[in-house]
């Protein structure tokens, strides 16, 4: 059932009504952002609601069993608001997202509330961008407790991991950039692999502030340290950027123990027999 005012009731209820849709985004990162199918901004709760064309979001449907509810949200990349580079970030993944109705020439009556949960997967196409969003049972079916595995299942830094990341972490520049994948620094001279799997943040140039994994690193002798990054930065790499770089860890016990000497707190069961060992086992019962 849905709970809203005495006099949004009796408008609805009317013969004509005067409704626009709302969309509040608030990201991670606590930016929230409005966005209306009026044809003017609408400021309601304080939050300012603009008249974006190009918003098309699916039909909404919502069930009394404890399924999902999604839809699917698309839109042109056409607003300052939200642009490609800012999706390639990830700066929408799991945004927090409310859809509601108004009536726009009365806001005073207050609002309809249709659907609220989360951003699942942003994809874009082009000048295109595409946002599923799921609802509040979405984290009903989230798994609960943990498998046994042979690799680490914290991830670096984290509590469970309890390595101090300040002290895994060196900065420096960028000497040159192939692509907005990989560029070289000629001050690298640690070993190949010591940085592979870790996560470079880029603290100047067009790239400051974003993060990226880093896929490779090796270490080319006399030229210098080769940085491959798992995905492309949303913006060109240019010589001279500045960036921080943390150690990586592939999440088995011999680099956690060789690497940060944090065997105590390994998140694994390397010694558990696999499922061949399991298999051997049985079939030679037999």
Excluded at 226 to 232: D, E, K, M, N, R
Excluded at 258 to 276: H, I, K, Q, S
Aim: charged share 20%; aromatic share 8%; net charge negative.
């Amino acid at each position: 059932m849905k709970d809203i005012t005495p006099a949004l009731a009796a408008h609805l209820a009317g013969d004509v009504t005067r409704l626009a849709s709302c969309w509040k985004l608030t990201r991670r990162d606590a930016v929230v952002l409005g966005f209306t199918d009026h044809d003017v901004d609408i400021v309601f709760g304080g939050v300012t609601f603009r008249a974006a064309t190009g918003f098309n979001p699916s039909a909404i449907q919502n069930t009394g069993s404890l399924s999902v509810d999604n839809l699917d949200v698309e839109g042109m990349l056409t607003s300052g608001s939200i642009t490609e580079a800012d999706i390639l970030a990830g700066l929408y993944d799991f945004a927090e997202i409310e859809i509601f109705q108004v009536n726009y020439t009365d806001l005073s009556q207050g609002s309809l509330k249709l659907k609220r949960g989360w951003l699942g997967e942003v994809a874009h196409y082009k000048q295109q961008f595409i946002a599923e969003v799921r609802g509040l049972t979405q984290r009903l079916s989230q798994t609960i407790g943990e498998l046994y595995s042979a690799s680490c299942r914290a991830t670096l830094g984290d509590s469970r991991c309890k390595v101090d990341l300040s002290l895994s972490t060196v900065i420096g520049s960028v000497t040159s950039a192939v692509s907005n994948l990989q560029f070289l620094d000629t001050t690298r001279t640690e070993p190949s692999g010591i940085y592979s799997f870790g996560t470079v943040t880029f603290t100047s140039g067009a790239n400051a502030g974003f993060s990226m994994e880093v896929k490779e690193y090796v270490l080319i002798p006399s030229t210098a340290g080769q940085v491959s990054l798992v995905l492309p930065m949303p913006y060109a790499i240019g010589p001279g950027d500045t960036y921080s770089l943390t150690l990586g860890c592939d999440k088995t016990i011999n680099t956690c123990f060789a690497r940060f000497n944090n065997v105590v707190n390994f998140r694994g069961e390397p010694l558990v027999p696999g499922l061949d060992r399991m298999l051997e086992t049985a079939g030679t019962r037999s």
